[in-house]
Nanobody
Framework: QVQLVESGGGLVQAGDSLRLSCAASGRTFSRYRMAWFRQAPGKEREFVGGIGLSGGSTYYDDSVKGRFTISRDNAKNTAYLQMNSLKPEDTAVYYC????????????????????WGQGTQVTVSS
C-alpha cells in the first residue's frame, strides 16, 4: 500500500508556471503507475496525464499537451507535474493517483482505475 501527498499548489497569474509534487510513502513507489487528475468546482474529475514505472511512457490530455510535463524520481519516491503557460481554465484541485497493476494505455485516463489517491492541492490561475 502507498500513501500519496501532493504539494506545490498556489495562486498564480496566467502564463506563470508551477511544479506540483506527489510524495509517496513506502519502498515500492517504483512499482506504481502514476497519474495526475484535476477537479474544478462543479465538474467531474478529469485526467491530466500519466506516467509509467520508469518514466519512459507518458500520456497527456489534449488540453495540457505541450504545456504540462509529468516526471518521476523513483529514488525520491516522488512524481512531479510541471505546469507551464498556465491558463485560468487550469484552475482546479490537482490530485495524484497510483495503481500497482498493469493498465492498458487506453484506460489510464479513468479515475476508477486507480487505487490510491492523495488529498489534493489547489491551483488557482488568475487572468
Amino acid at each position: 500500500q502507498v500513501q500519496l501527498v501532493e504539494s506545490g499548489g498556489g495562486l498564480v497569474q496566467a502564463g506563470d508556471s508551477l511544479r506540483l509534487s506527489c510524495a509517496a510513502s513506502g519502498r515500492t513507489f517504483s512499482r506504481y503507475r502514476m497519474a495526475w487528475f484535476r477537479q474544478a468546482p462543479g465538474k467531474e474529475r478529469e485526467f491530466v496525464g500519466g506516467i509509467g514505472l520508469s518514466g519512459g511512457s507518458t500520456y497527456y490530455d489534449d488540453s495540457v499537451k505541450g504545456r504540462f510535463t509529468i516526471s518521476r524520481d523513483n529514488a525520491k519516491n516522488t512524481a512531479y507535474l510541471q505546469m507551464n503557460s498556465l491558463k485560468p481554465e487550469d484552475t482546479a484541485v490537482y490530485y495524484c493517483a497510483g495503481r500497482l497493476s498493469f493498465i492498458d494505455a487506453r484506460l489510464v485516463s479513468r479515475p476508477a482505475n486507480y487505487d490510491y489517491w492523495g488529498q489534493g492541492t489547489q491551483v488557482t490561475v488568475s487572468s
